[in-house]
């Protein structure tokens, strides 16, 4: 399974920018693929998960009407288009993916304890005032 993540960027408050997360290695189609941000001396943060079997998707609150999650299976990639970027958005964003079958359950009821066993190497998101 791997993983690449890429579009990041430095972005003014206010602007967009889309991430793409290119897959390889697995049954796309099979698996939960989700983005995770990491600020410098914080936590890792989920933020947006989509379920490729039916399309469902998650989003955390500080996200949710700004942040669309999408997948094109054909393509094998899932992309984070990002909208009224915000300085706190400022982060390392971060591709996984799983297909353990608890894991969309797991997902939308915490999603920080989503134990997702796949990931990408990151790719850097900031956002200037």
């Known amino acids: 399974v791997q993983l690449v993540e890429s579009g990041g960027g430095l972005v003014q408050g206010g602007g967009s920018l889309r991430l793409s997360c290119a897959a390889s290695g697995f049954t796309f189609d099979d698996y939960v693929v989700g983005w995770f941000r990491q600020a410098p001396g914080k936590e890792r943060e989920g933020v947006a998960c989509i379920s490729n079997s039916d399309g469902s998707t998650y989003y955390s609150d500080p996200v949710k009407g700004r942040f669309t999650i999408s997948s094109d299976n054909a393509k094998n990639t899932v992309y984070l288009q990002m909208n009224s970027l915000k300085p706190e958005d400022t982060a390392v964003y971060f591709c996984?993916?799983?297909?353990?079958?608890?894991?969309?359950?797991?997902?939308?009821?915490?999603?920080?304890?989503?134990?997702?066993?796949?990931w990408g190497q990151g790719t850097q998101v900031t956002v200037s005032s």
């Open positions: 996984a993916a799983d297909d353990t079958p608890q894991i969309w359950v797991v997902v939308t009821a915490d999603i920080q304890s989503a134990d997702f066993g796949s």
